[in-house]
């Protein structure tokens, strides 16, 4: 069965600190990859996305970036976080449109 | 940009109670999918539908696919604390990449014991 891994689940950091999130994904191949921001009890905005190795695609313009060094491996990085970047990271899994498949997400607080 | 809106935003209703949350745009989309998503966890989905006019029935719960494919109900019966949680629909545009899957946002429901 597939399992996608999140971490850290929480995270506090003081602006101007880079920021590294790590997504890994079990049990599939070739998988589309997704990060996604949510804003308290509220809808999903897509971040990125990716289809491929070293392919990634961005949503919004931002201070955020991705990566996807490994089939089944997505990034997100910050160089220097800003207030801004505080929310909730959901990392997602899915083949072709099929629906998605969600991490548990990181609690990211920017002090 | 297509746009998908919920409503209500926020539902308290006590257990045994019937509600409807409702999903609405002005673009027709390819399918449709309701997702459930409990505090400190990633949405898990709960259906989706393709067709329109489609009903599916999960226990207490029945979703609908509008005739135009523009909208989306979800119709709990009968609610329990197990319920409880924020309920968000997103919307497809066609095969191919999830990209293009719009969420709403969001109807957060909490049912009272």
């Known amino acids: 069965s597939q399992t996608i891994h999140q971490w850290p689940a929480t995270l506090v950091q003081p602006v101007g600190s880079p920021l590294s999130l790590e997504c890994t994904v079990e049990?599939?191949?070739?998988?589309?990859l997704y990060w996604y921001r949510q804003a308290a009890g509220r809808g999903l905005q897509l971040l990125f996305y990716?289809?491929?190795?070293?392919?990634i695609s961005s949503e919004v313009p931002q201070n955020l970036s991705a990566s996807r060094p490994q089939d089944r491996q997505f990034i997100l990085s910050s160089k220097k976080l800003l207030l801004s970047d505080s929310g909730f990271y959901l990392c997602?899994?899915?083949?072709?449109?099929?629906?998605?498949?969600f991490g548990n997400g990181t609690r990211l607080t920017v002090t | 940009t297509q746009l998908l809106e919920q409503s209500p935003q926020f539902l308290s209703i006590q257990e045994g109670e019937n509600l409807t949350v409702y999903c609405n745009s002005s673009?027709?989309?390819?399918?449709l999918q309701w997702y459930r998503q409990e505090p400190g966890e990633g949405p898990v989905l709960l259906v989706t539908?393709?067709?329109?006019?489609e009903v599916k029935k999960l226990k207490r719960l029945t979703f609908q696919f509008g005739d135009a494919r523009k909208d989306s109900s979800l119709h709990i019966t009968a609610a329990q604390p197990g319920d409880t949680g924020l309920y968000l629909c997103?919307?497809?545009?066609?095969?191919?990449?999830?990209?293009?899957?719009?969420f709403g946002s969001g109807t957060q429901l909490t049912v009272l014991p």
């Open positions: 997602a899994w899915s083949v072709l449109w099929a629906p998605l498949h």
């Open positions: 049990g599939t191949s070739n998988p589309n």
């Open positions: 990716s289809v491929g190795i070293g392919q």
């Open positions: 673009s027709v989309f390819s399918s």
């Open positions: 539908v393709v067709t329109g006019g």
């Open positions: 997103a919307g497809g545009l066609g095969a191919g990449s999830a990209r293009q899957l719009t």
